[in-house]
């Protein structure tokens, strides 16, 4: 079973930059230093003032701007700048890290909300409306609370469980809580209770005490807010947020295009922590994890956070596709990444919330999703583009359309021959006409890539945020409307022979072929260092209906992404807290996690979607509460398991009913995903460890507990060199519940070896066996590992040792003739006898191709002195620590031992 090694040339360019890629840039010479706790420094500084006014002395000398300071202790102690001089990186890092009392400094590295098309980047980002109209929104038949019913918290509403007694703070873009539905106002005693700006909607820094955000291009955070507490309101939607009775605190981190920087994030979480808020919502992301070694304030805070109680509960992102054979794994953005953050995916909502009906000159009725209907009372002609991502085609139809008020401009969605996407029309800024009604029809719902199959996702409908087209009014119909509408188009004549009528301002909701699946676009885990299983938990977040900032397009808005996933949860888990407040952050995941329910692979419903892509499933929030079963882990991460106890668990089960109660245990598969695919190679199938159990059924008595032994087994037959992947469930079903906890594991079996050469006669030669070596012609080798490690090692053993490796680089049988060193060993590596070490590397060490490249034969003791072990036979210990391993047991490395290296003279 062979964990870390492989050959280097597995190890190709694609694979190390995807796992340390980062979309994050720095903000120009600007720094944040954290300065040591007051105690390290001398003279006594009893104020956090007088500690920072103490650097800003110390540092008199650098010229710059202060940004913000940070002055609580528990939270971050310290300072971020930006430099105003002529001095450079190079010059001013050495001085900052220099002055007495700086503990670090890191960059400041620029956030934004997750990359969505619906949510991201509108044509007009500040547009806003100070004097807004009064809600008037369309009454209908549709289902718009199905988003609540998909996690069972409608019928915690009708229990009067909604939250009460609980602080959300959330981290976003400001909240527009003018709108009723929010509350109609800001301070103690309102739903928006609490919060600060700690940014301007341009993106200059400011330190305020409101919130407010009217921009649709910051409308995220109105949007967030909705989900987590909106309540039914006259004139708005009859719709409700998951805990409408907890209290929200908004934080405003982003600007109005969704953009930010750390330092501003860091204090937006000061402020939360000052503000004692139980939990954190944060949809906002800044590309991959980086493992640089560098220090990350966030990171430690978040960390802080948790270990005081505070959740802190982020998104994702949204950088997945929905093709079923993409490489998605490893595709969640940090801070999500973060061990102690609870990271959340997305499930596609089961309904669309907001469908109209248009009739058209045939008197065919055309359907039509949009937040709110058209209003056309003599009806729209209607233009078509060639292609509505083509800029000239936009400029040609608004140079020829007679009646731009009365007309609606439409395109085709996902064409073959186009990939224009729905909210990705072409632009007009050229202009002086600009569009009032934009319709984007979908096409047929095949895969491009499999003609054969359907694609659930083409063929569900889509709507941009209001404002994401300025004022222009944006309506989609589907495939199916798509069809009808383009054949009657034709048959009628096309432009100005064709009508829509929009005789009803009544809606209702459509089934979405994905719904109840996860979305496309939600990023996959599990994290690249540790392999922690990411996202811990799915929401629904596909097509949610929330509030917007408000105006003749606002007010709501439908929107999709892990973001909209994120408050979900958020709510969920303030439900959870708000009946068991003594509950840690870990019990109240636990709850969720066990009883969330896995869902099916969209492309292929044999089979559980991957646990890297879904967690533990779609939250259940009423089971999470009246569970008589307590479970514990929430989720492990399993390991080789072949040599050690280290790929087994145990599994803790706590009777919390009044009668006893008997449990069956099983284990169940989930999607298993190569990260290397061949063309055409689809990302999940059905290829399944399997578990065995100390006991398979156990009995446990009211009010007590018990623990059950499990290991996983890997399957057989994988490839090693596709970095892969495998999932499950261990289900825990008694007669009345059914609870899963799911697991992960990258561990795989190999016969895959590293190699040692020589260069003798400048002829390189591969060491199979015994093979001469001269050490001033000088040797080489290549020890790559697949996974990350924190403890790589090679170490000169004896040729005749007799340790136990997991695996060998010669072949064992055969017999060999000696020469022993004239050196004797002096040192000892796992309890046997060892000549000393060619190399230790500690830390987080990423999948590379490790290697040794020497021209003598000195070694390093275990007391640190170096020698030469000269002439004779040897072997190297290659050993790589499996993540969770203990440093110095032999049975926690993955080993390799290797052929006999002979040194000789010339």
């Avoid at 996407?421 to 979908?442: D, E, F």
């Avoid at 996974?787 to 005749?800: G, K, S, Y």
């Amino acid at each position: 079973m062979l964990f870390f090694l492989c050959f280097s040339s597995l190890l190709s360019s694609s694979f190390v930059s995807n796992a340390l890629r980062s979309t994050s840039t720095a903000l120009d010479k600007a720094y944040i230093i954290q300065l040591a706790p007051e105690t390290e420094v001398s003279g006594s500084l009893s104020r956090r003032d007088a500690h920072i006014t103490t650097f800003h002395k110390r540092a008199a000398s650098i010229e710059y701007d202060v940004r913000y300071e940070f002055k609580n202790p528990d939270v971050f102690l310290g300072v971020s700048i930006q430099a105003t001089g002529t001095a450079s990186d190079e010059e001013l890092l050495p001085q900052l890290k220099a002055i007495p009392g700086v503990e670090s400094v890191s960059r400041v590295y620029s956030f934004g909300i997750p990359i969505l098309p619906n949510i991201s980047a509108p044509m007009e980002p500040m547009l806003s409306y100070p004097d807004p109209p009064p809600l008037n929104a369309s009454a209908g038949a549709g289902k718009l609370g199905s988003s609540l019913q998909m996690g069972g918290v409608d019928k915690l509403h009708a229990l009067g469980i909604k939250g009460k007694g609980i602080k959300i703070g959330v981290v976003d873009t400001g909240v527009d809580y003018r709108h009723p539905a929010l509350g109609g106002g800001f301070g103690p005693g309102r739903k928006i209770a609490g919060g600060a700006s700690f940014i301007t909607d341009d993106g200059q820094v400011a330190n305020s005490t409101d919130p407010l955000t009217t921009c649709y291009g910051g409308g995220h955070g109105t949007h967030v807010a909705g989900i987590l507490g909106m309540d039914s309101v006259p004139g708005g939607f009859d719709i409700v947020g998951v805990a409408p009775e907890a209290t929200i605190y908004m934080y405003k981190a982003l600007d109005c295009a969704g953009r930010s920087v750390g330092d501003t994030v860091i204090s937006a979480l000061s402020q939360a922590y000052e503000d004692k808020v139980d939990i954190v919502s944060m949809s906002i992301g800044t590309g991959p994890q980086s493992y640089s070694g560098a220090v990350d304030p966030l990171a430690d805070i978040i960390k802080k956070f948790t270990d005081a109680g505070i959740a802190v509960i982020i998104a994702m992102a949204n950088d997945a596709t929905g093709s079923p054979y993409a490489i998605n794994l490893y595709s969640e953005e940090w801070p999500s990444t973060e061990t102690t953050a609870i990271g959340v995916g997305a499930v596609s909502n089961t309904d669309f919330p907001l469908i109209y009906s248009a009739e058209d000159s045939t008197g065919a009725i055309i359907q039509y999703a949009s937040v709110y209907p058209l209003n056309v009372p003599d009806g729209a002609d209607v233009y078509l583009l060639d292609n509505g991502c083509d800029n000239n085609d936009w400029t040609v139809a608004l140079s020829i359309i007679k009646d731009i008020n009365n007309t609606i401009i439409a395109f085709g969605a996902n064409l073959a021959d186009q990939g224009c996407k729905a909210i990705r029309a072409g632009s007009w800024a050229g202009s002086p006409i600009t569009p009032v009604y934009i319709m984007a029809y979908n096409a047929p719902t095949t895969n491009p890539v499999n003609p054969a199959q359907e694609d659930p996702y083409l063929s569900a409908y889509d709507t941009p945020s209001q404002g994401f087209f300025g004022t222009a009014q944006f309506i989609n119909i589907n495939s199916v409307d798509g069809a009808k509408f383009t054949s009657n188009y034709a048959s009628s004549g096309g432009y100005l022979k064709y009508k829509l009528n929009f005789k009803s301002s009544n809606f209702t909701s459509a089934l979405q072929p994905s719904g109840g699946l996860m979305d496309y676009y939600s990023d996959f885990g599990p994290t690249w260092h540790d392999y922690t299983l990411k996202p811990q938990i799915s929401a629904p977040g596909g097509h949610v209906l929330s509030t917007w900032p408000l105006g003749p397009l606002g007010g709501y808005a439908i929107l999709s992404g892990t973001s909209m996933a994120t408050p979900y949860i958020s709510g969920c888990f303030a439900l959870v807290k708000s009946q068991f407040p003594e509950a840690t952050i870990e019990e109240v995941k636990n709850r969720l996690q066990v009883t969330a329910k896995p869902t099916l692979w969209v492309f292929d419903s044999s089979i559980l979607a991957a646990t890297p892509q879904q967690g533990a499933g779609l939250v259940n929030a009423y089971d999470a509460i009246f569970s008589t079963s307590v479970i514990s882990p929430g989720q492990f991460t399993v390991t080789d398991i072949s040599h050690t106890e280290y790929g087994t668990a145990n599994i803790t089960i706590e009777n919390t009913s009044k009668s006893s109660k008997t449990y069956s245990l099983s284990h169940q598969g989930a999607g298993y995903m190569d990260y290397n695919l061949d063309h055409q190679e689809e990302n999940q199938r059905a290829i399944y460890g399997t578990a065995d159990f100390s006991q398979s059924s156990i009995t446990i008595s009211a009010g007590q507990q018990s623990s059950v032994h499990l290991s996983i087994i890997p399957p057989s037959g994988i490839d090693p060199s596709k970095l892969p992947v495998f999932s499950g469930y261990i289900n825990i079903v008694s007669d009345d519940e059914d609870l899963q906890i799911p697991y992960i594991q990258n561990s795989t079996s190999s016969a895959i070896f590293p190699r040692i050469w020589s260069y003798n006669q400048s002829v390189l030669t591969v060491d199979t066996g015994i093979l001469d070596f001269v050490a001033e012609n000088g040797f080489g080798s290549s020890l790559p590992t697949l996974q990350w490690t924190r403890e790589f090692r090679v170490d000169v053993l004896p040729a005749n040792t007799t340790i136990q490796a997991n695996n060998y680089g010669f072949d064992k049988d055969a017999e060999y003739t000696y020469r022993p060193s004239a050196f004797t060993p002096n040192s000892t590596i796992f309890d046997h006898e060892c000549f000393g070490t060619l190399t230790v590397l500690l830390g987080y060490i990423e999948p590379s191709g490790n290697g040794i490249f020497r021209s003598d034969t000195i070694v390093t003791g275990s007391d640190g002195g170096n020698w030469a072990v000269g002439n004779g036979d040897y072997r190297w210990l290659v050993s790589a620590l499996r993540w969770g391993g203990v440093s110095g047991v032999l049975g926690d490395y993955d080993t390799w031992l290797g052929p006999v290296v002979r040194f000789v003279s010339e």
